[in-house]
């Protein structure tokens, strides 16, 4: 895979983080309050080195039920302590009083009217520990933290969506081009996804690249050099943000709300340095609306037929609640703050030490 470009400049920061259950803790949170009431348990479990998939097939073959009758909302790391809600229907309550498992706890349970969904969760809460971190290499990541804080962050696939391999974008090419065969559905499912998310990330990393040449050089070498019109090249450079938006992007009001067409670009520019909308981008499919005009233009190089509904998604996020604290006797920087769903820590910690 290419190297996806990085919005902030500094050089390469030489730590370490291993995501391991030690150094890296997901702590889901839920979309909604649960009712206390209903014919479905909610179990909050913590869980370590396994993923969800492997959680849910454990409790699943303890209580003698189907693994589709557990509900969740979002696959968490394998490598990591993660805390996330399931449910289940109630007639297994019993049962799990006797749960024991040396990678699962049950740490609290309730009731709820429905089962709980994929989508179901508003974020993650994350705790990461970086190892090996001198007094240099922390005041740059204060200062790319407080640029983060400020300025947000590129809201790229990480690593984990690509598989162990870093490759399953390219098994999802072939199953689309029809030189590949997969009978299971929900791998087909995650190979396809893979690489919309593939897609997503090199255009996002194109559009960077892009802000960067407009924030180095001149109107006229950028008109050159991209050939994009002389008068949009001025306007995008009067932009205070790092990521430059251009005519015909489609838009959405941030954390939530709907997309539209950019309407006027010196309003909107503004507007998004305040955190109020986000550019989008495309993952590939189906049922999409796509950007207009110059954005357009950019957004096609990364347009498939992938044969899967596609959607529109956030360019761009604000980490929420960011806090570090320099262990200096141990040589250690840990961080905590919060992210919407979809979200990879990784890229955070990806942006910082580059």
Known sequence: MNQLQRYLNHSKIDVVFKQNKDDFVVTEVPLYEFTGEGEH???KIRKKDLSTWDAVEIIANFVGCKTRDIGYAGLKDKNAMTVQSISIHKQYELKLKSF????IKILETTYHNNKIKVGHLKGNKFFIRLKRVNLIDCRKIEEALGKIVTLGMPNY???????IEGNNYLKGKDIIDGKLKE????LKQMYINSYQSYLFNSWLSKRIEISKLVD???PKEVYQKLNLPLEVVQRMKKQKHPLKI?????LSHYPYGKIFTIDDLETESAKFFDRDRVPTGLLSGKRVKNSEGLAYEIEKEYEEATGE????RFAWVFPEDIESNYKEEKNWMELKFYLPKGCYATELIAEIIH
């Open 216 to 218: 180095a050089f001149e």
């Open 246 to 250: 251009m005519t015909g992007d489609l």
């Open 100 to 103: 024991q498992h040396a990678n």
């Open 157 to 163: 696939f990480g690593f984990q969506r690509f598989g």
């Open 183 to 186: 009978k299971r559905k929900n």
């Open 41 to 43: 348990l909610i179990l």
């Open 309 to 312: 509904d596609g959607a529109r």
